[in-house]
């Protein structure tokens, strides 16, 4: 008889794409974790009538393995948004806005739609979900006792990350393996604590504004050695790298459809503006320099400060310039001649 598997740490999981398949799981959808290794299935209708078979086979065959993402019906929804107005919101036309658009039709999209045009208001959406989801997530794993740590929270090099993958099963692991187990078993500690289900407010004096530097968060690669062949068609394995890339849309998959589907709206209307004032402004920049050359060539010096009003120059200084009577034109080049001193002057003086 086989031994069984068992993982030696806690499973190291992806919280963005958990955040993922929370917003995205409904009547259409279905999203599987496997409580052995930590793989996400997705039951893509898409694939072969063979494939799904086989697929649905496994699940049934191994149902305390596969645990099925729980699914948001249209009033937990719902709810969530009406949360975030009632919680994060504190203008009142755009409070009264957003609760019109959450009991029309198509609530989540227009929803969504009004939040990315308002930068504001999106920042909060962004962070509000991020931290709602969280809760979400600890609850459900934490009923299906499970014992896991989200990699976003690991403070580990990249590199051991995916060693720890290698070994999940293994007895004996070198001493920095050994080392890094400790540090993923005391860390798996705070998701079972009551302060992970009941975040508590900061308190104290807020700290200094600073210029935040956003730094590509490095994720390891997705190593697993126990994935049934009927499964390997169905892995879930999204590059979601940044959690405001989970747009909490049911109709659009990636961050990049959204954002092409708002094409004409004001937001974008304004990014194309901006843009437009952008190149007219480098184009007078080159246009600039292209003059400054052109003083050079004709000996005048540069000015350092342009817009400094002319002192009144002196008598000595004051120019004759005549004008030309009618039917003699005068080139600019002879104008500039009569205006300016010859060189052989210059060197007279």
């Known amino acids: 008889m086989a031994k069984k598997l068992e993982a030696k740490i806690p499973l190291i999981l992806r919280f963005n794409r958990l955040m993922e398949t929370f917003?995205?799981?409904?009547?259409?959808?279905?999203?599987?974790?496997?409580?052995?290794e930590g793989f996400l299935v997705y039951v893509d209708l898409d694939k072969d009538e063979e494939e799904l078979l086989s697929l649905?086979?496994?699940?049934?065959?191994?149902?305390?393995?596969y645990s099925l993402v729980p699914k948001m019906a249209f009033y937990e929804v719902k709810k969530f948004m009406e949360g975030f107005v009632a919680e994060k919101v504190y203008d009142v036309d755009t409070k009264e806005k957003l609760l019109d658009l959450i009991s029309g039709k198509?609530?989540?999209?227009?929803?969504?739609?009004?939040?990315?045009?308002?930068?504001?208001?999106l920042e909060k959406w962004q962070q509000y979900y991020q931290e709602r989801f969280r809760v979400r997530i600890i609850e459900w794993l934490r009923s299906l006792d499970i014992r896991f740590v989200f990699e976003e929270d690991l403070d580990i090099a990249k590199n051991i990350v995916e060693k720890l993958k290698q070994t999940l099963f293994d007895d004996r692991v070198s001493k920095d393996l050994?080392?890094?187990?400790?540090v993923v078993n005391t860390k798996s500690k705070i998701y079972y604590s009551s302060e992970a289900l009941n975040p508590r407010p900061k308190r104290g004096r807020p700290p200094k504004q600073i210029v935040k530097v956003e730094i590509e968060p490095q994720v390891s690669m997705d190593i697993y050695t126990q994935v049934p062949k009927a499964i390997r068609p169905f892995l879930y394995i999204p590059d979601i790298i940044s959690a405001a890339a989970v747009?909490?849309?049911?109709?659009?998959?990636?961050?990049e459809q959204l954002l092409a589907s708002l094409r004409g709206t004001p937001r974008i209307k304004v990014d194309e503006k901006l843009e437009a004032l952008s190149q007219r402004l480098e184009s007078l920049q080159q246009l600039?320099?292209?003059?400054?050359a052109s003083e050079i060539d004709l000996g005048i010096e540069k000015l350092?400060?342009?817009?400094t009003p002319f002192t009144k120059p002196k008598l000595s200084e004051i120019k004759k310039i005549e004008i030309t009577p009618k039917g003699k034109e005068m080139k600019i080049g002879e104008a500039i001649q009569e205006v300016l001193p010859s060189p052989g002057k210059q060197k007279e003086k």
């Not at 917003?23 to 052995?36: I, V």
């Not at 649905?56 to 393995?65: A, D, F, T, Y």
């Not at 050994?178 to 400790?182: C, E, K, N, T, V």
């Not at 350092?304 to 817009?307: D, N, S």
């Open 288 to 292: 600039q320099t292209r003059l400054s």
């Open 247 to 255: 747009t909490f849309s049911a109709k659009f998959e990636t961050e």
């Open 304 to 307: 350092t400060k342009p817009f």
């Open 56 to 65: 649905e086979k496994e699940i049934k065959s191994n149902s305390k393995r």
């Open 178 to 182: 050994a080392s890094a187990r400790d």
């Open 106 to 121: 198509e609530a989540r999209e227009n929803f969504l739609e009004y939040i990315y045009d308002n930068l504001t208001e």
């Open 23 to 36: 917003a995205k799981s409904d009547d259409e959808r279905d999203f599987y974790l496997d409580n052995l």
